[in-house]
């Protein structure tokens, strides 16, 4: 079992920054891919970034050039630097584990809110 707690949401104004954080209840070097996505009302939940064990990162091109993934496995824990924050960025993320065995387990933290408004 792998437990999953965001923090770091909030308020923020266009154009300004928040970095989310996910606490990882396990070593994270031993987690293939670490994710992060979003659900805003009425849509559907979509990828955001992840980035994989070796460091290996992607994005949804809504945001490459503005967020950015990265993870501590000394502190399991993996973050998301967001910058440049738009109205349409607002939604609730969500921080996403898979474990990749024999089967493919995966985990959900329970999301936080960021709002970006004026």
């Known amino acids: 079992q792998v437990q999953l707690v965001e923090s770091g949401g909030g308020l923020v104004q266009p154009g300004g920054s928040l970095r989310l954080s996910c606490a990882v209840s396990r070593r994270i070097f031993s987690i293939n891919v670490m994710a992060w996505y979003r659900q805003a009302p009425g849509k559907q939940r979509e990828l955001v970034a992840q980035?994989?064990?070796?460091?290996?990162?992607n994005y949804a091109d809504s945001v490459k050039g503005r967020f950015t993934v990265s993870r501590d496995n000394a502190k399991s824990t993996v973050y998301l630097q967001m910058n440049s924050l738009k109205p349409e960025d607002t939604a609730v993320y969500y921080c996403n584990a898979a474990v990749i065995g024999t089967t493919t387990d995966t985990y959900w933290g329970q999301g936080t809110q960021v709002t970006v408004s004026s």
């Open positions: 980035i994989t064990r070796i460091g290996t990162t």
